[in-house]
């Protein structure tokens, strides 16, 4: 049984920075594509960041240059290093997997098919 748990989130002021991590466990293969995901009160769950197999990832508009995905080294850990915080980026974070070769590793996929999702860690972003 795969299981993920966010962690790392809280209430920083805008221009501030977060990291949170989301600790795997129970996987029983290496081709998953990870990521990251946020909802805003009110509104749908929306894509952050992914990651693949391969170590390459890829952002929603709303973040690039700002936020940056990546793996520990035993790949158990999936980490969100999240700068130059905006009052916009709050909200629930969650991370998720599923069983996608890297072709198939973007926001718009793996949000509809992911089989995994934590439990989310909030993070609040005051002006």
């Known amino acids: 049984q795969v299981q993920l748990a966010e962690s790392g989130g809280g209430s920083v002021q805008a221009g501030g920075s977060l990291t949170l991590s989301c600790e795997v466990s129970?996987?029983?293969?290496?081709?998953?594509?990870m990521g990251w995901f946020r909802q805003i009160l009110g509104n749908d769950r929306e894509g952050v960041a992914t990651i693949d197999s391969d170590g390459s990832s890829t952002y929603a508009n709303s973040v690039k240059g700002r936020f940056t995905v990546s793996k520990g080294n035993a790949e158990n850990t999936l980490y969100l290093q999240m700068n130059s915080l905006k009052p916009e980026d709050t909200g629930m974070y969650y991370c998720?997997?599923?069983?996608?070769?890297?072709?198939?590793?973007?926001?718009?996929?793996?949000?509809?098919?992911?089989?995994?999702w934590g439990q989310g860690t909030q993070v609040t972003v005051s002006s």
């Open positions: 129970g996987y029983t293969s290496n081709n998953y594509c």
């Open positions: 998720a997997a599923g069983l996608a070769s890297p072709d198939y590793c973007y926001i718009d996929i793996l949000i509809q098919n992911a089989n995994y």
